[in-house]
T-cell receptor
Framework: SAVISQKPSRDICQRGTSLTIQCQVD?????MFWYRQQPGQSLTLIAT?????????ESGFVIDKFPISRPNLTFSTLTVSNMSPEDSSIYLC??????????FGQGTRLTVV | GENVEQHPSTLSVQEGDSAVIKCTYS??????FPWYKQELGKRPQLIID?????GEKKDQRIAVTLNKTAKHFSLHITETQPEDSAVYFC????????????FGQGTRLTINP
């Protein structure tokens, strides 16, 4: 099974600033995703990180707010831009190989003050 | 797009009793249905999954059933133990490992000693 390392595990940020979250997988995977999870809520997909091309965003999420990179098969970043308190949440990276289960990083708990 | 509904939102059972969580999905093209367990402050972890060509799958105390005609699937936990207390999420996808997961709202399961 794949191991996903996500960092930082938590951060407290000032409003108006940006935070970049990194996700590293220990083996090659086909798909990488970024989710947001509000406390006590379900996982909401932000976007699919595509290797070498622009991410595919879900309804309600835009590239200017959540730019995503995936320069190779095992690494992706999510940036939360121009943060406001409403962006306070847990952000989760997920990865899956062909015909394998989806694994999750440990999450990044973001608090915007 | 796909929509996954999960019930109940909370469930409390006596230790040793059975617990059942139900999900319905909207997209008939979905054919992969995993269940994730998330303990407090931890990442979601796969506990069991089922594909559309199978009606039931069992792994020790955990089983999942799928009714493709009715578009619903259920998680069954027998002989519940305190360590089963967690939040459980169902999800649906069009293809394991190659398509995004859409999650249900989650069920907070509490096992009472």
């Amino acid at each position: 099974s794949a191991v996903i390392s996500q960092k930082p595990s938590r951060d407290i940020c000032q409003r108006g600033t940006s935070l970049t979250i990194q996700c590293q997988v220990d083996s090659q995977v086909t798909m990488m995703f970024w989710y947001r999870q509000q406390p006590g809520q379900s996982l909401t997909l932000i976007a699919t990180a595509n290797q070498g091309s622009e991410a595919t965003y879900e309804s309600g999420f835009v590239i200017d707010k959540f730019p995503i990179s995936r320069p190779n098969l095992t690494f992706s970043t999510l940036t939360v831009s121009n943060m406001s308190p409403e962006d306070s949440s847990i952000y989760l990276c997920s990865a899956t190989g062909a015909n394998t289960e989806a694994f999750f990083g440990q999450g990044t708990r973001l608090t915007v003050v | 797009g796909e929509n996954v509904e999960q019930h109940p939102s909370t469930l409390s059972v006596q230790e040793g009793d059975s617990a059942v969580i139900k999900c319905t999905y909207s997209d008939s093209a979905s054919n992969y249905f995993p269940w994730y367990k998330q303990e407090l402050g931890k990442r979601p972890q796969l506990i069991i999954d089922i594909r559309s060509n199978v009606g039931e799958k069992k792994d020790q105390r955990i089983a999942v059933t799928l009714n493709k005609t009715a578009k619903h699937f259920s998680l069954h936990i027998t002989e519940t133990q305190p360590e089963d207390s967690a939040v459980y999420f169902c999800a649906a996808s069009k293809r394991q490992g190659a398509q995004k997961l859409v999650f249900g709202q989650g069920t907070r399961l509490t096992i009472n000693p």
